[in-house]
């Protein structure tokens, strides 16, 4: 192989990435549309011969059978004037195999046939064809039919003037602070003039991808990543200026540039992502900070107001315990006394009456005790006189008989 590369000079394809490929040139196209021109045309033929008084035998209408049904499978495999040509030959070969007849007549309905479904073409409404006369440029026919000049007109390309979307990528491309990126992306373009389309430019599609590409790497080199990141609108609106501007005279308009995916390197996206939940933690805390500050300051202007206004402080602590009521939805919420006492909710809370009756409970309770302690010392003394009662005269002493003496006429 390394032999036949030398001698015709290909030694260097293995080298060249975009490798030209090798299309083969059509002249026009035999569609389903030729096929039915194709048998429209032979019926007629066939109609106007029995007419013209000329019987065909079964012989020679199987070789002219044979003749176009060749003719037209070979024009299905290579459209071009050319292959008619020889599609002729053949189709005249078998006739000629298969009648035994040298009529003249019956050697001319295969080109009658063949011609006209070659010469009749059919454009959908998206397309566009440019037509060469002689090799040079004629003209650019729109959607419709439109007929050949045989062997002298032939369609060099359909164009097809829809919006198309191209995707590309730049694998491992250093951004400008020197970060390995791979970047995904896609571009919606057109056709708005096919004949420069298809005579300034080889392959146009090829020529688009391979621009977009290329464009894509500059503009990668000339960003930072954080850019690529978060300005990707931006990137991709300068790479649509670019990329316009170079295919414009290609009779292409470039529409939008898009980035479908920015792929970094492993551990740079572990970096980027600690440091990014560090950074949110930062504006966190000092959000909080702030909140704190915001919020002592609207606590003392909440405190100067309701030292001046007691109604308020009141009104809003009834508000609290509704609030939280509320939301408890039948728990038991516990409120202190000392706030209730600060707040005067007595009233409100019907804490005044029970206040009241505890009270007077607690009154009575120690009225009734004193009674019984002012029985029970009573009860003690008068015990003890009628102990020192029944003591005998002889034993008391003098000081004792005097303290009684003075008892009784006390009593």
Avoid at 80 to 94: N, R
Avoid at 210 to 225: E, K, P, V
Wanted: charged letters at 25%.
């Amino acid at each position: 192989m390394k032999g036949f590369g030398r001698i015709f000079g290909n030694q260097h394809v293995q080298r060249i990435k975009n490798v030209p490929r090798r299309v083969i040139p059509t002249d026009f196209r035999f569609s389903t549309f030729s096929v039915l021109v194709l048998i429209a045309v032979w019926t007629v033929a066939i109609g106007a011969t029995q007419l013209a008084g000329f019987e065909l035998t079964d012989r020679e209408l199987q070789g002219i059978a044979y003749a176009v049904i060749g003719g037209a499978v070979l024009l299905l495999i290579l459209p071009t004037w050319g292959m008619l040509i020889v599609s002729l030959f053949a189709g005249w070969a078998a006739l000629y195999q298969t009648a035994e007849t040298l009529n003249v007549l019956i050697y001319g309905i295969p080109p009658v046939v063949l011609i006209p479904a070659a010469m009749v073409n059919l454009l959908y409404h998206w397309d566009k064809a440019v037509i060469l006369r002689l090799g040079r440029f004629h003209r650019v026919k729109g959607a419709g039919l439109f007929l050949l000049v045989p062997f002298i007109d032939r369609v060099a390309a359909r164009v097809d003037t829809r919006i198309r979307v191209t995707d590309f990528s730049a694998e491992r491309t250093l951004s400008r602070d020197n970060v390995p990126v791979h970047v995904d992306a896609i571009c919606f373009w057109m056709i708005w003039d096919a004949q420069k389309a298809i005579l300034e430019v080889q392959d146009f599609l090829e020529a688009v991808t391979f621009s977009a590409q290329t464009a894509l790497r500059d503009a990668i080199g000339s960003h930072n990543l954080e850019e690529l990141l978060s300005e990707r609108d931006q990137v991709g609106s300068k790479l649509q200026k670019i990329l316009d501007a170079k295919t414009n005279p290609w009779g292409i308009t470039i529409l939008s540039v898009e980035f479908t995916d920015i792929v970094i390197p492993k551990e740079l996206e572990d970096a980027m992502s600690r440091h990014a939940q560090a950074e949110r933690e930062h504006r966190a805390r000092l959000i909080l900070g702030d909140t704190e500050i915001q919020l002592a300051e609207k606590m003392r202007r909440a405190d100067e107001y309701y030292r001046d206004n007691p109604e308020a402080f009141q009104l809003r602590g009834m508000n609290m315990i509704y609030e939280a009521l509320r939301q408890s939805k039948g728990s038991v919420v516990l409120v202190p006394s000392s706030a209730a006492e600060q707040m005067n909710l007595g009233n409100p809370l019907g804490l005044v009456a029970l206040q009241n009756r505890l009270a007077a409970q607690q009154q009575q309770t120690q009225q009734d005790a004193e009674r019984s302690h002012g029985k029970q010392s009573q009860g003690k003394q008068s015990q003890d006189d009628r102990a020192r009662d029944a003591r005998s005269p002889a034993d008391s002493s003098p000081d004792d008989r005097a303290s009684d003496s003075d008892k009784e006429h006390t009593r």
